[in-house]
Each structure stands twice: as structure tokens, then as C-alpha cells.
């Protein structure tokens, strides 16, 4: 296992270098970089003052920018300095201070060596580093993350398992049914959902809409201050549980169907092996490697694509709502910075993810196979 380790360690930088390299040249070829984005702020910011001292319409100002800056009809000085553009020279200065002023393959090198040693720089429109703003929102994306991942396997895997095992009955028949309707839903709408029966939407007022924790969570107990914190988690947990929740039980129940009916389960029987040990000690191994396979991809998007879903619905300030906003505001340093690490993390989980195969089913030798 140590020149398979070896290799597949080896790999992850080549990947890593892909996956920047594809995402930075989209970026490139995207409409609206950080540069329009703070002129178009400006423009309004603008906008806004001139009509607080004319006294005119945001319309009226805008057209008057807009004849000022054809010089169709313009007569006379605006009230609106937009109206004569911005300097050339400002411009100039707002692509420096961004980094845009260099060519594009000269700012790629640069990011890369930054981010060999997880120097991500600063952020485009917030006063603050990278790696600083990712360790304040990252506690709220692993309480999601981490419980929602424990709740999905933890109930999954013996659901499956029992639906398996007494396939075709009413009871496999009616969970299904159920598994399938949570399947169907959108995490983000069961979301708002769960908000308009529970959160005081149109119902009930029984959870927290929004946060983590109460404003008076530091003067709470111990005892209390658990007790609130899971008030407030459980609207987003229960709505990103359920589609999770439902695809692994159903992907359970048919990995373990495929192997019950294997011929060395009627082997087995025929030896009188009993049906719990064929279940776990001969199915189990076979049957969770498949489960097993996808926990990197599960792990991934629980924590980068539900949790942005969810933290926005529930105005959670995590690592989601902060790559979103990242996304919209085109602020790149943050986007990079999360995208580098969820890659990272799931390459790493991919790795992870090959030692447990060995761990359930020692039989798998890695080192004997081409990667």
C-alpha cells in the first residue's frame, strides 16, 4: 500500500493544477470581472447622490448620464459627474490594485505559488485575508456538514439494510414510497418548506429562522447553550438530510439485494451458516464497498453544495453563503481560495476512501492494479 499511497499522492497535484487552470480560464472569458463590478457600484453610489442634491429622479439622472456621455443632448454641466466619466487613470489603478493589469498566465503562476503555501491573499471588497474570512464562516459549514453526514449514514445504512432483507413487504413497499417523495424535493425547498410550517412563515412559530446560535447565547449555561444550538440546527439539518437521506438507503438496499442472491450467499446457506453472520460477515463486506465509493462525492457536496443552499435559505454565515457571494461579487481571491480547498479535501477523501475499501474487504490489493 505505501508506492499506492505514493502514487496516488502524486496525482493530487497534477489534479489540483487541472481543475485551477480550467476554472481560471472560464473566469477570464466571464462577463462583469471586479473591476466593472466597483465602477458599476460607484455609478450608482452616484446616481444616488446626485438625486439626493437635485432633487431629480433616479431616471431623469441616469438619462442625463446617458445624453452627457454621447454628448447628444447634454447642455450645459450635469449634476451627475458620471455623466463626464470616470477618468482613464482611475480605471488604470482599480485593474492594479485588483492584479489585473498583468497578463493572464503571469497572474495564474502567481496564484500558484501563493497557494503552495496556502497564502490566498486578500479579499477583493472586504477588508480582511482569505484564509482569515474562511476560518470564521468554516465552524458553521462543519456543524452542517459533519451532523448532516452523521445523520445521512447513521440511519441510511440500517434502513437499506432492513428494506433488503424484508424486500417486498409492506414495510419495504410504504418506506420506499417515502424515500422516493424526500428523493423528488429539492433540499433548498423543503427548506422553505420546513420555514413556512415551523419558522413562523404561515403555521407555526416553533424554530429559529435564522443563525446559529440565540443573541443571548453567551449568557446561557452549558446545558442551555447545547440545547439552543440544536434548536437552531434543526430546520437546516432536517432539509439537507432528506435527499442524502433517501438515495443512500435506496443504493444500500439494492447493493445488498445484488449480493444476497449471489451464489456464494446460497453456499453458505447451504453449509447452515446462520443468516446474521451470512448477512454481516459475508454480504456486508461486498455489499458497502459501492456505499463506500461515494462517500468522497457525498462528503464534497454536502459541505459545498447543500451547505450553500441551506446557509442561504437559513441566512447562515458559513463558507457556502461566503463562496456565493464570492461567485456574485467577483470577489476571486475567495473563490479560488474554496475552490482550491474543496478539491484538495475531496482528493484527499478519494485517498481515504481507498484504505477503508481495504479495511472491509481486505482481499482488494491496490498495489497489484494499474491506477
Do not use: C
Amino acid at each position: 500500500m505505501r508506492t499506492y499511497l505514493l502514487r496516488r499522492l502524486l496525482l493530487v497535484f497534477p489534479t489540483l493544477l487541472g481543475v485551477l487552470l480550467l476554472n481560471f480560464a472560464i473566469v477570464q472569458f466571464a462577463p462583469g470581472g471586479p473591476v466593472e463590478r466597483l465602477l458599476a457600484r460607484i455609478h450608482n453610489a452616484e446616481i444616488d447622490s446626485a438625486v439626493r442634491l437635485s432633487g431629480a429622479s433616479a431616471g431623469e439622472v441616469r438619462a442625463s448620464s446617458a445624453a452627457g456621455a454621447t454628448g447628444a443632448t447634454a447642455t450645459g454641466d450635469s449634476v451627475y459627474r458620471g455623466a463626464r466619466g470616470l477618468e482613464e487613470k482611475f480605471v488604470r489603478s482599480l485593474e492594479k490594485q485588483f492584479g489585473l493589469d498583468k497578463p493572464a498566465h503571469a497572474r495564474f503562476l502567481t496564484m500558484l505559488k501563493s497557494y503552495l503555501t496556502f497564502d490566498f491573499g486578500s479579499s477583493f471588497y472586504r477588508d480582511q485575508s482569505v484564509l482569515s474570512l474562511i476560518a470564521d464562516k468554516l465552524p458553521v459549514s462543519i456543524s452542517l456538514g459533519l451532523w448532516t453526514t452523521l445523520l445521512v449514514y447513521g440511519v441510511s445504512i440500517p434502513l437499506g439494510i432492513r428494506k433488503a432483507v424484508r424486500a417486498g413487504s409492506p414495510f419495504d413497499a410504504w418506506s420506499s414510497f417515502l424515500l422516493v417523495i424526500g428523493n423528488a424535493i429539492p433540499a433548498f425547498l423543503f427548506a422553505i418548506l420546513l420555514i413556512v410550517l415551523f419558522a413562523g412563515g404561515s403555521f407555526w412559530s416553533l424554530f429559529p429562522l435564522r443563525g446559529l446560535t440565540s443573541e443571548n447565547f453567551s449568557d446561557l449555561s452549558w446545558g442551555e447553550k447545547v440545547l439552543d444550538y440544536f434548536w437552531h440546527l434543526t430546520l437546516p439539518l432536517v432539509s439537507m438530510t432528506i435527499g442524502g437521506f433517501a438515495s443512500l438507503a435506496l443504493l444500500t438496499k439494492n447493493a445488498f439485494l445484488d449480493n444476497i442472491t449471489a451464489l456464494y450467499v446460497t453456499s453458505a446457506r447451504a453449509k447452515g451458516v446462520g443468516e446474521r453472520r451470512i448477512l454481516y460477515g459475508h454480504v456486508f463486506r461486498n455489499a458497502m464497498l459501492i456505499v463506500i465509493a461515494g462517500f468522497p462525492a457525498a462528503f464534497v457536496g454536502i459541505f459545498f453544495t447543500a451547505t450553500a443552499f441551506i446557509e442561504i435559505v437559513f441566512s447562515l454565515d458559513g463558507l457556502g453563503l461566503l463562496t456565493y457571494q464570492a461567485v456574485i461579487e467577483r470577489d476571486y481571491p475567495i473563490f479560488f481560495a474554496t475552490l482550491y480547498i474543496f478539491s484538495l479535501l475531496g482528493l484527499l477523501l478519494g485517498i481515504v476512501t481507498d484504505f477503508t475499501y481495504r479495511w472491509v474487504d481486505p482481499r482488494i490489493d491496490f498495489e497489484a492494479r494499474a491506477l
